[in-house]
């Protein structure tokens, strides 16, 4: 699931990378507008923990918990409601994967939930990355000295995080299309198992926090 996850994340990066690039040819002002839009969230954070490793650890840990667990804790939030038939719509996700068909209609939701969260959030985590690539793009070295080396261990950790939660979802997929009964045991089980890979993140990202916090320190 690395591999899926990391190809998720890269689709991200590339399309962060094109899309900005054509905005900032086409009409500059919405990229700036879109950067100072995250500068003002990083500033946000920074005003209610002041402490860089720690502001830093928290918001890479809060992502790689969603990006683990996120779509296990949906989909059971979704069991607990009972939200009985699913919208027709859904039925549309067959597009994307055929496996699809296999899923009674009241189903496709907790499919849905699964895949969603990991899915938009390693895409997402990617877009950024590469809307910043189009702002160095004349300043490569600059550009790679920002991500490295708090780098080496954040990068690994949100892909083995993003693969956790991919793997939950796969596992819940298989179950959702066998037979009924056979969910809820399968996605708790799957999201039991990844618990260990999940820590062996959490201690990537509090290493590369505090490697990242201090080269913000240092510059």
């Known amino acids: 699931m690395i591999g899926r996850s990391a190809a998720i994340y890269l689709s991200g990066f590339a399309a962060g990378a094109l899309s900005c690039a054509v905005l900032l040819l086409v009409y500059p002002p919405l990229y700036h507008w879109?950067?100072?839009?995250?500068?003002?969230?990083?500033?946000?954070?920074?005003?209610?923990?002041?402490?860089?490793?720690?502001?830093?650890?928290?918001?890479?840990?809060?992502a790689s918990f969603m990006l683990a667990y996120g779509g296990y804790i949906t989909a059971r939030i979704f069991l607990?409601?009972?939200t009985g038939e699913g919208h027709r719509l859904l039925r549309r996700l067959e597009r994307v994967d055929p496996l699809v068909r296999d899923i009674r209609d009241e189903d496709i939701k907790y499919y849905l939930a699964l895949f969603a969260i990991p899915v938009f959030i390693l895409?997402?985590?990617?877009?950024?990355?590469?809307?910043?690539?189009?702002?160095?793009?004349?300043?490569?070295?600059?550009?790679?000295?920002?991500?490295?080396p708090h780098g080496y261990f954040e990068f690994p950790a949100i892909l083995?995080?993003?693969?956790?939660?991919?793997?939950?979802?796969?596992?819940?997929?298989?179950?959702?299309?066998?037979?009924?009964?056979?969910?809820?045991?399968?996605?708790?089980?799957?999201?039991?198992?990844?618990?260990?890979?999940?820590?062996?993140?959490?201690?990537?990202?509090?290493?590369?926090?505090?490697?990242?916090?201090?080269?913000?320190?240092?510059?």
Request: proline content about 1%.
């Open 123 to 148: 895409f997402f985590n990617g877009f950024i990355l590469g809307s910043f690539l189009v702002l160095y793009i004349g300043e490569l070295e600059m550009y790679f000295s920002h991500l490295f």
């Open 80 to 82: 607990w409601l009972d």
């Open 34 to 62: 879109f950067l100072e839009l995250l500068r003002r969230k990083v500033e946000a954070q920074s005003s209610v923990i002041e402490d860089p490793a720690l502001m830093i650890g928290s918001n890479n840990l809060f």
């Open 160 to 219: 083995l995080a993003g693969s956790i939660g991919l793997e939950i979802a796969y596992q819940g997929r298989a179950a959702l299309s066998a037979s009924g009964g056979r969910f809820k045991r399968a996605i708790s089980g799957a999201a039991a198992s990844q618990l260990w890979r999940f820590l062996a993140a959490v201690v990537m990202i509090v290493i590369g926090a505090n490697l990242e916090a201090g080269g913000l320190l240092e510059g």
